[in-house]
């Protein structure tokens, strides 16, 4: 007889998460819904796709290395990156998508009885990974839809490791500038290691957006996040990264995994840095993509949130999981925010022009309809 028992093996921090459950492919949904065509305005893709160059590499590249291990650190990519930002290349580690890298450093820093301190509405893979890795995720409410410094630094204990803001905010689009941010770092003094993920710095204008990179000669305990999903349009192949002071960085390679980042997505990524006209594309067709959603949002009369970032947030008049699926029926695809701790918002993407046009459509005529 079998003596075999799982809740016996399993820890209890594990037992208490309820895993993620990815939506569907696309096919299934659009048979599921009936529909020819979905817009996808979800996961804020780039809907310029990846700059020429980097098409260019995926065009050509040859299949017959599809048999062959990658390099094992991203040599060539990481040394791209650190010429762009004035770093060294080993401060710079490579990621399979910025979800990895956040499990590098919790990896590196943290253990049971450790804490990490985070909002309440943020991305949500910081608390994740910190709860399934058996870490307590200490989740501050946000303030006006923005990270609160105060509550976030009285959260901060003697048994708290890491520190994550992710800078502007996902889903709210708000920012901390240069200067908010500095100020922050000061009062941390060195407690905890500060992560700042920066997945949608490439949008920011503002000339008072911070200069990370800069502050980590003065903060030796900051890290910074970037990846290539957002506005380099290669989230399909997933590739994140971090940089970090040398002895940081150091410390989270060990926690790394070399080999996670597959040699099509460091050839087409290496060609992305640094392509300002893709840059200056994207921003463009994501201004035109805001203002058609305040034109519409200010029409229907609907409450809009928004900042840095390639979306924006409605406050609708009617649960946001009905609207989700009636939108889906009318073949557009949106983020409803119930499940993100915003109940009764819908989160947009900045989608092309068809697209746009598409949602606006079925938004108006699914508000009729209740």
Not at 37 to 54: D, I, K, T, V
Not at 141 to 147: K, Q
Not at 257 to 276: C, F, G, H, K, M
Not at 287 to 298: D, E, H, I, K, S
Request: proline share 5%; charged share 20%.
């Amino acid at each position: 007889m079998s003596g075999f028992a799982l809740d016996r093996l399993v820890p209890a921090h594990v037992q208490a998460f309820e895993a993620y459950v990815p939506a569907p492919p696309d096919d299934v949904l659009r048979r599921r819904f009936g529909v020819a065509h979905l817009h996808r305005l979800n996961n804020n893709e780039n809907a310029l796709g990846p700059p020429a160059a980097s098409r260019a590499v995926l065009a050509r590249w040859d299949q017959r290395e599809a048999a062959l291990y990658p390099q094992g650190d991203g040599w060539h990519l990481r040394r791209a990156i650190a010429g762009r930002f004035g770093l060294d290349a080993e401060q710079v580690i490579l990621g399979n998508g910025a979800n990895e890298v956040i499990a590098f450093v919790i990896k590196a820093f943290c253990e049971a009885g450790d804490n990490i301190v985070t909002a309440d509405r943020t991305f949500a893979v910081y608390e994740w990974l910190a709860s399934f890795s058996g870490v307590e995720a200490r989740l501050v409410p946000l303030r006006d839809h923005g990270f609160d410094d105060a509550a976030l630094l009285r959260a901060i204990d003697a048994r708290s490791r890491v520190v994550f803001l992710c800078n502007p905010n996902n889903p709210t689009g708000s920012w901390w500038d240069h200067a908010t941010l500095a100020r922050f770092l000061d009062s941390v003094a060195g407690r905890a290691i500060v992560v700042v993920d920066e997945a949608y710095a490439e949008f920011a204008e503002a000339p008072d957006f911070p200069n990370s990179f800069a502050l980590m000669a003065r903060h030796p305990n900051l890290i910074v996040f970037r990846t290539f999903s957002k506005m380099w349009g290669l989230a399909g192949l997933r590739i994140g990264w971090m940089a970090a002071a040398p002895a940081v960085a150091a410390t989270v390679r060990k926690t790394s995994i070399s080999y996670s980042v597959n040699r099509l997505a460091l050839d087409a990524a290496q060609e992305a840095v640094w392509d300002e006209a893709h840059i200056a594309a994207s921003r463009a067709q994501v201004r035109v993509a805001q203002a058609g959603l305040a034109t519409l949002a200010g029409r229907l009369g609907l409450p809009l949130l928004g900042g840095i970032g390639n979306f924006a947030m409605l406050r609708l008049p009617m649960p946001d999981t009905v609207v989700h699926r009636r939108l889906m029926a009318r073949g557009v695809m949106a983020r409803a925010m119930t499940s993100f701790r915003y109940p009764g918002w819908l989160r947009v993407s900045c989608g092309s022009p068809a697209a746009m046009a598409a949602f606006s459509e079925a938004l108006e005529a699914v508000l009729a309809e209740r």
